[in-house]
């Protein structure tokens, strides 16, 4: 890491149109990876007075390990009848939370899967409809 | 909102490139520090994009030829003077700052690697083309240098101490001292010949430097060798038939296996030692201060899809060229098929000398850098100026002269267009301190200066794209 508040060219001359200070980006992923490198595309022109030149100084992700979730995420709970669906705010410190801990273990692929468990019910688990939006849908099956 | 088991800051950041580009390792062994991509790309406080360059003749020359040369004479003495020469086609002309053109003879051979070499001693700027006997000029008169064995040089005749070298199908030949008209032929003892096999490639003059001693002569190259040139008495009269008194020039093979085949590649970087790029396509380097040299281009052999110094067009070897400007040792190959240098690459000379670096002792090159297609670069660093100059590579382009690696430019000159700069940086692949597991990644996070246009993220993994072209928006 490392920047400037005022960029010089080699000549000395002040490089006049960067900005005193770094500001902050962000770019949205959402996806899952092993190993992983950044690859920043951009096309720098100069027209007049006019002039598109990037300068980057960090780089970093915000990754979990894939096991692990966002303290909260969304999670919609069918009745085993389908008679009644609760939408509700779950958290990572309840019971669902465990199990998914549990079943991260056995799963292997980003495809969806199905776990049974026994208390206090049994659930359908989308895991990968989890990992990617934060959001599970969570079935009773008996 | 926060997470649970994030992956703390420092494992989930990635190093700043002051390694430079690796193409020779895998993805995943590449260390932190060092770069899978770096095009058009540099590391000064940040990645940022390389200088563009300009037009300094506002319009083509001439078609269908290329700059075969260029040269920033300095001449006068007390009252100095300077001029631009360059070649192209049959010509030798002058090119003024407005890129206005005097044609000083229409009378090479067209088409010929030239070659120019200033030499205090005449005041004159001597031009070689490895087809024409030998031309001088004076800033006045140019003319082809008549006197005693006179030689049609194969390439750069070079200066040592008080006398001329100049490669010849014989070997190396030399003139008496202090003047240009009187050289030696094929001497018994004058001539320096190689002790392998095939002609002289290049000549390239350098003191080399001993415990308390300097060793005044040059570095002799052929494709696959190179030698030392010493002595500190060359003779008094080369075109005699014995040697006078005292004189003790010598030649002595260095390396029979690394040489050279492109003797515009041959540089001497202040400080740091002579540079040159190699037949078997790499990068050598003799530190200032020593006979030993080593190969300093490994990370630019690719072995991947990215093309490097592996992939140089192995029949244009004559035309790379390296050059030393603003602390980069810049490397310009032709690829493919190409027939003029398409892709540059930048060695950087701070990472290479600072005296507080922690890395290893190697050379830290970025690039490729694509977009300009220059064949010839000369600087121009005296009488107030600090340029960098180069020639048009391309002949269906046409004969342009630019002013290189021009400061706050964004654009690259190419014949009579104005491109834009495309820079793309790809990091190392990190782990992420879990290399065993996947790893789920929300988003990229970013610290940038001077965002005006819209850059664009990439993802990989090493296996392949993850997601590619998301905008990188401010947050």
Redesign the interface.
Known sequence: MAFWNTFHWSDGTLWSNVSSRPDIFTAPIDRSAHFVSARITMVSSSSGSTTASLVIHTLSLEVNTRSQLPDYYEAFIDRNDNTQRISTMVRHTTGVEDLLTETSELLTTETSETLILDEPYSFVVNRQHLLMNKRSRIQPTG | ???????P?PL???E?PVLGLNLFDS??DLRPGEA??MQ?CIYR?????RN?NSRLTPNSIASGFSVKSGHRFYYGGSNPQKSRLIAYDNKISTITDGGAETVLTSGMTSNKDTFFTTWTITDKVYVSNNTDVLRSYDGTTFATVTGTNIPIPRGRIAPILDRLFAITTNGIERTSPRVDNVWSSNSAWATFRPSQVGLFTAIHSFNMRGTDTLYPGALAFQAHAYYLITGTDFGSDASAASASAGEDGSIQILDPNVGCSSPYSVVTVPGVGIFWFTTDLNVYWVPEGSLRGQYVGDKLRSNSSTIGIESTNKAQLSQVWMTYF??FLVLGIPTGSNTYPNIQFWADLYELTRADKTHPSTAVWYGPMIGQTVGRVWREDQQGE?SLRGGEGNSATGVFVYTMSE?????DAVGASDN?????????????G??S?????????????????T????????DGT??SG??????
């Open positions: 909102m926060a997470l649970r088991r994030q992956v800051e989930a950041t990635w700043d993805e995943e899978r991509f058009n406080g940040g990645v940022r994009v563009g603003d602390r600090l400061l706050a430019r964004f654009k834009d700069i495309t820079s793309i940086y790809q990091t190392y692949f990190k782990d992420l879990a290399f597991r996947e790893k789920y990644i929300r988003s990229a996070n970013l610290e940038l200066q001077n965002v005006n246009g850059p664009t993220l990439d993802l990989l993994d090493l993850i997601i998301v905008p990188i928006t401010a947050v």
